[in-house]
Nanobody, 117 residues
Framework: QVELAESGGGLVQPGGSLRLSCVASGDNFRHLVMAWYRQAPGKQRELVARITSTGTTDIVDSVKGRFTISRDNAASTVYLQMNSLSPEDTAVYYC???????????WGEGTLVTVPS
């Protein structure tokens, strides 16, 4: 069992920045693939960024150049740095962990990011 706790969401003006954090507990964090997803009102949950256990990152085109994902294995934490935010980035952001060895997949409860228009 992995428990994920997100933080860092809030209200930010267009063009502003936020950094989301997700602390993981209950498994060997170094072995986990970590990801951020988001779900906007009325839309399906979508992948935003992913980082493998070796630090390889994958960022979706819609946020490429504005968002960065990183991890601190010593702190069992994954971050999502979000810059140049726009109203289209308004969503609940979810942290996800995947252990390829056993296939276990876990979600955090989400943190709301609101960028007013």
């Amino acid at each position: 069992q992995v428990e994920l706790a997100e933080s860092g969401g809030g209200l930010v003006q267009p063009g502003g920045s936020l950094r989301l954090s997700c602390v993981a507990s209950g498994d060997n964090f170094r072995h986990l693939v970590m990801a951020w997803y988001r779900q906007a009102p009325g839309k399906q949950r979508e992948l935003v960024a992913r980082i493998t256990s070796t630090g390889t990152t994958d960022i979706v085109d819609s946020v490429k150049g504005r968002f960065t994902i990183s991890r601190d294995n010593a702190a069992s934490t994954v971050y999502l740095q979000m810059n140049s935010l726009s109203p289209e980035d308004t969503a609940v952001y979810y942290c996800n962990s995947l252990n390829f060895a056993n296939g276990m997949n876990y979600w955090g409860e989400g943190t709301l990011v609101t960028v007013p228009s």
